[in-house]
């Protein structure tokens, strides 16, 4: 019989086992297994592209390309002609004066596409209603911040002079969408037109000017432009993208990742379970079938053949549904949150439909084909005698495949691969110790039931007649309950983790250029309007110059080039490209941690500094190196004798470098600080700024909103993988009663045929399953509890602790819904007449 026949046998089979019901439980399980997949691979794609689009508003672009030095023309050519959206803006310093006062700005010189991402906000007067706008200052005109129109004390309409250019303040600028990363350049903000730039006379030769491309397109764009770019990107050029753009976004987007990707390592993994238990049971269902057809003169490999056809057909109906499903759950989870999602989101891309595929390809293959090998391995004798099944040793080598490619669809979901080897080993370790623990003691207690009542013997007898089953059983149902726990665990501490980094008062305006001689009064009048406020710091501007006697640049380029670094600037090359600002403190500010050394003592030098740990390690210095900086035209040695943790998301002055006191006494100083003020009491920053006329005030609210807005979608979209993930977990425990169902019946219609009564039957059910719960709920929360504490300390990097409320918890929720799944699904085992029962199996 060749291929066409076996294909049509195969499908007449099938459908006639669809019609008795033998299929449902294998096809359901496949089809949760590509449901669950594509949905959450739908889900997650377009709730993250669309918080990705949200994050690009932080650079007004998808990817931003900078350099102090004109850019190639090359770049732009070469970005237009891969259809990617660009703008150009060029960027300096310089003094704004009128006839009162005179003010250093920072000016920006942008074209008509600028922003490529995001809406700007201008103003008529200050703190009046904003609105929105999507391109820049005609020609000829300045849009500048309040603070700027009330230091000059000009008015809207008035003249200004930028360089040689005379320019008309047309609007008053309040909000930027690159503005928001970059809180240390604090100057009054001024936009122009680009047009205008040469009128101005400003950008000479040797002038220090920071020239921008931006650029917006697809992914798909996007990374083959950066390709193309990266082998001609220059030393002096820095690439930027919408993840590392922004401090705070990049931290919300990339703990989102991390989460998901989790969660969907969890569905899928048990979704396989259900498919394994399901395709063992048909397997079994089918070995007389399959000695039948041996002794009809069909060979082994014809047999095979036959089942394989049957598993295919499945696996594409099961696939194809499960596509289909899965593009509509997200659609309508999109539509019942269509309240608190944005108002747009992207359109669905193809990558989902292909991991749901593989998914379900994997599941099939990998999971249940091994059973069905053993159809295959069937003796024609078996139609005389049952006990002949054996299990041919390669299906291992194909339980070894499945586990490969569920490794790389876990590397998928997560993107980390060190998050993904974490899952992977810990969970064999976990599930090899556990195993061998379940099994020990269940052997332990075998012979201690004696004076037990009879339901209590039924029950537990069960169990303990084959303690290597059992401990199979407790295995798997501690799987389940392991993956719920470790998903519900970082969906609660990573949301109280995202929560704590942005709580309610996290400061949303900064102040700058406060005098010292006004400290006392501005931190007066902060109290008096009801802010909060942190310290101030005093703070100077200087340059890191020299390591240990030898240049910085040199130092620095010499570790660059060890490293293999190209096109992506790191810390250390950021921060000798720039001044710092250099404060300094009595005591360690809030929120950063010693990781070497000590603060100031007795013992300090007299020149002492601490270093953030970041820098130093870029920098490639430690404890007892030499720092030389320039600070206003003077040259100053400093002795590391710390090194500090910083807190950067916490929206409160940070710093670099924290000296002793007195190391910087006689140099020119402002002090700095942040605070919150509630929006209602906005109004009271007019007063301030008249009070304080020389102070900076940057608000930073915008800022605030747009990662609140990251954050609550991130919370949705972890709810939500959750039911998921609870469902692949219920389709486990179904598949696995369902494995031991035909057994059961068997059993108990011998039991009833002997005189028992339903009740005891009943009783002995709950009990064997309370048992069964109890004990696999125990080696969930131990296993959990192993589990997160490699991922926090190993991954995640956040502190662990034990969770001792889950201790008690799991174990009596884990013994209540398997006591109700197993009574509920071996229902049948009392209600079927045992005459029927046994006839059948005759």
């Keep these: 019989m060749n291929s066409a026949p076996l294909a049509s046998l195969a499908w007449r089979l099938l459908r006639r086992e669809w019609r008795a019901g033998e299929l449902r439980v294998l096809l359901g399980a496949l089809l949760i297994a590509v449901t669950i997949s594509t949905a959450i691979s739908f889900f997650t794609e377009r709730l993250e592209r669309s918080m990705t689009g949200q994050a690009a508003e932080f650079l007004g672009a998808d990817l931003v390309i900078s350099s102090g030095s004109p850019l190639p023309a090359l770049y732009a050519e070469q970005a237009q002609s891969q259809g990617l959206q660009i703008s150009q803006q060029v960027g300096f310093n310089s003094v704004m004066a009128s006839d009162a006062a005179m003010q250093l700005s920072s000016v920006k010189a942008v074209d008509a596409a600028y922003p490529l991402r995001g809406q700007m906000r201008i103003a008529e007067q200050p703190f009046a209603a904003e609105q929105p706008v999507s391109t820049g200052p005609a020609a000829g005109e300045l849009w500048i911040e309040p603070r700027l129109l009330t230091q000059l004390e000009l008015e809207v309409g008035d003249a200004l002079e930028v360089g040689y250019a005379s320019l008309t303040i047309s609007a008053l600028l309040t909000h930027e969408p690159d503005r928001a990363g970059d809180f240390y350049s604090l100057t009054p903000r001024v936009l122009m037109n680009l047009q205008d730039l040469d009128a101005t006379g400003i950008v000479q030769p040797g002038s220090r000017v920071r020239y921008r491309l931006l650029l917006a397109g697809s992914d798909e764009q996007l990374s083959a432009y950066q390709q193309w770019l990266e082998d001609r990107l220059e030393p002096n050029q820095r690439v930027t993208s919408v993840k590392d753009g922004n401090r705070q976004v990049g931290r919300a987007l990339g703990r989102a990742d991390q989460f998901l990707g989790l969660a969907s390592i969890a569905a899928v993994v048990l979704a396989g379970v259900a498919v394994a238990l399901s395709a063992g049971r048909f397997a079994l269902r089918h070995f007389d079938t399959s000695a039948m057809l041996r002794c009809l003169g069909l060979s082994r490999r014809q047999v095979m053949r036959l089942f394989l056809f049957q598993l295919l ?49 994997c599941a099939l293959l990998g999971f249940a084909l091994p059973p069905l090998l053993r159809l295959g391995q069937v003796a024609p004798l078996r139609v005389l005698r049952r006990d002949l099944a054996p299990m041919p040793s390669s299906s291992w080598l194909i339980y070894g495949l499945a586990l490969a490619v569920l490794s790389l669809l876990m590397w998928q979901f997560t993107g980390d691969l060190q998050i993904t080897l974490a899952m992977i080993f810990g969970g064999a370790a976990a599930a090899l110790v556990l195993g061998l623990l379940a099994w020990l003691l269940l052997r332990s207690v075998a012979g201690k039931l004696h004076n037990l009542s009879l339901a209590w013997r039924l029950g537990s007898g069960e169990l303990l007649k084959r303690p290597a089953a059992a401990a199979t059983q407790i295995l798997a149902f501690g799987l389940i309950f392991m993956s719920m726990l470790v998903v519900l665990i970082l969906r609660t501490e990573l949301l109280s983790d995202w929560q704590d980094q942005l709580p309610a008062d996290a400061p949303n305006h900064f102040a700058l250029n406060i005098l010292p001689s006004e400290q006392q009064a501005f931190a007066e009048q902060l109290e008096q309007i009801g802010a909060h406020s942190a310290p101030l710091y005093p703070v100077t501007p200087g340059r890191l110059v020299s390591i240990n006697g030898e240049p910085v640049r040199q130092e620095v380029s010499k570790e660059a080039e060890a490293d293999g670094q190209r096109g992506e600037q790191d810390r250390g090359t950021r921060a000798i490209n720039r001044d710092l600002s250099l404060t300094w403190s009595a005591t360690l500010p809030p929120d950063n941690q010693l990781t070497a050394g000590q603060w100031w003592n007795d013992s300090t030098p007299d020149n002492a500094v601490s270093i953030e740990s970041e820098l130093a390690e870029s920098l490639g210095v430690g404890l007892g190196d030499e720092l030389g900086f320039v600070i206003e035209g003077q040259a100053l040695s400093a002795t590391i004798t710390s090194i500090r943790q910083v807190e950067w998301d916490n929206f409160t002055p940070n710093f670099y470098m924290v000296f002793a006191p007195g190391v910087l006494d006689g140099l020119p100083a402002t002090l700095l600080t942040s605070f919150h003020l509630p929006t209602s009491e906005r109004a009271s920053l007019r007063g301030l700024t008249r009070q304080f006329p020389a102070m900076t005030l940057l608000e930073v609210e915008p800022v605030l909103e747009q990662i609140r807005g990251i954050l609550k979608q991130v919370t949705l979209a972890v709810e939500y993988v959750l039911v998921f993930v609870l469902l692949a977990g219920l389709a486990v425990l179904f598949a696995a009663l369902q494995a031991t169902l035909d057994q059961r019946l068997y059993q108990g219609a011998l039991l009833r045929t002997l005189g028992a009564e339903r009740a005891l039957l009943r009783r002995a059910t709950w009990l064997e399953f309370l048992l069964l719960g109890l004990l696999a709920g125990v080696m969930a929360v131990v296993a959990a509890e192993l589990a997160t504490w490699a991922l926090y300390r190993l991954a995640l990097e956040l502190d662990w602790s034990p969770h001792l409320l889950f201790w008690l918890l799991t174990p009596l929720v884990a013994a209540l819904l398997i006591g109700c799944a197993g009574v509920w699904g071996t229902r049948a085992v009392v209600r079927q007449s045992p005459m029927r029962l046994i006839s059948r199996g005759a």
């Excluded at 289909?324 to 439909?353: D, H, K, V, Y």
């Design 313 to 361: 057909y499945l696996g594409a109906l099961a696939t194809a549904l499960g596509l289909a499903f899965g593009w509509f759950a997200q659609w309508g989870l999109l539509q019942l949150l269509r309240e608190l999602l944005p108002s747009s989101l992207p359109e669905p891309g193809l990558t989902p439909l292909l991991v749901g595929g593989a998914t379900g390809l």
